[in-house]
């Protein structure tokens, strides 16, 4: 299966996510801030896989943001179901956003680092039928596969 294309962004009207964002900070009792809006829409409108050092970087040249203050907002964004965790990379956490999306999995190239999505519907009959036999009750799941690309491959083959 080619992996799945990503989707451009529909709209980059954000009004719905914010305020998703908002009604869930109220509701926990965090102060909506500046600081924590801007580093929301920053992530939102992000359609790639990202760290926090990249964040930062894109983040920096339009309001002075500190990393610490990214790291406190990345679990609320992901509380509120907007922002997840993908993978793991020299110790280096990815994230994506979620919201708006269709559930998927991905390809991580370990030489070039690349990112490839693909969804695979039967993964959720996996994890149905493991959580019956577990009598577990899911609240989500992640399959990654990793190693060399195509065109990877090709390179190592002409070496
Ligand atoms: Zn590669
Ligand atoms: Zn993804």
């Given at each position: 299966m080619p992996p799945m294309k990503k989707p451009e962004?529909?709209?980059?009207?954000?009004t719905e996510e914010m305020e998703a964002f908002r009604k869930y900070l109220k509701s926990r009792g965090f102060r909506v801030t500046r600081e924590r809006e801007a580093i929301a829409e920053c992530i939102l409108r992000n359609h790639d896989h990202f760290d926090v050092d990249e964040l930062f970087m894109s983040l920096r040249s339009k309001t002075p943001i500190s990393k610490a203050s990214i790291y406190r907002a990345i679990p609320l964004l992901i509380r509120c179901g907007l922002l997840a965790e993908v993978y793991l990379e020299d110790g280096h956490m990815h994230y994506e956003r979620v919201y708006g999306r269709e559930l998927h999995s991905h390809l991580r190239c370990v030489n070039c680092r690349r990112i490839f999505e693909f969804s695979a519907p039967e993964l959720a009959l996996v994890e149905k039928r493991i959580c019956r036999q577990e009598g577990f009750k899911s609240d989500g799941y992640k399959f990654e596969i990793w190693g060399l690309c195509s065109n990877c491959q090709d390179k190592k083959k002409k070496d």
């Open positions: 962004p529909t709209s980059e009207d954000l």
